[in-house]
């Protein structure tokens, strides 16, 4: 990815005053109203197939939190294809699969940003068995301890079409936001990723329409 790329993506931070960082502070207006009892603190960020987003989408979520003073903190839970360290230029030696499989703790693997107030733990090392390490009582636990930690968690995740594993995540978070790519999602896998989400008791708390790849 390269570093236009890479600035592209970061719309909230580059250019705060365009309609797509407005879109982005506008869904976390909505979710921090919808979580006004305190109930959503950890959001997934799902969506159907590859390429429609997902990632930049977390982070500029990410970075819409943090410019309202909330302290951030984001995972890259896609441990088959993670990209939030190319995002962010960080370090991927280790990450959530190396805290997952007992080898490193939490603060050892979160990275400050140039951004104020937010942090990343990227996916580090690719596993052998990474549904297995999101399914884990370890990654319950990672959550709960961060949700004191920091105002607000979001985690990217890998495509619901190509595993089980967003679904696992999502359905271990307060809630989730589902992310379509206009001119890319087809109609009946956005549908069918929202039941599926439905089907599994996951929260849906927003949806974002994008035109910025994966």
Known sequence: MSRWMRNRGLITSRNPKSKAAESYRRLRTNIEILGRDGALKTIAVV???SGEGRSTTSANIAV????????VLLLD?????????????LRNDKGLSSVLAGQSGIREVAQKTEIDNLEVVCAGPVPSNPSELLESEAMTALLESAK???D???????????TSDALIVADKCD???LVIRRGKTK???AAKAKDTLKASRTRMVGAIFNQIGR
């Open 148 to 150: 004191k930690d920091f």
């Open 47 to 49: 969506s159907a197939e």
């Open 77 to 89: 839970s896609d441990l088959r294809s993670p990209t939030l360290h190319q995002i962010f230029e």
């Open 187 to 189: 109609l009946e896998a």
């Open 64 to 71: 819409a939190y943090s410019q309202a003073n909330r302290k």
């Open 175 to 177: 809630g989730a936001v």
């Open 152 to 162: 607000i968690v979001i985690l990217d995740t890998a495509a619901m079409r190509s």
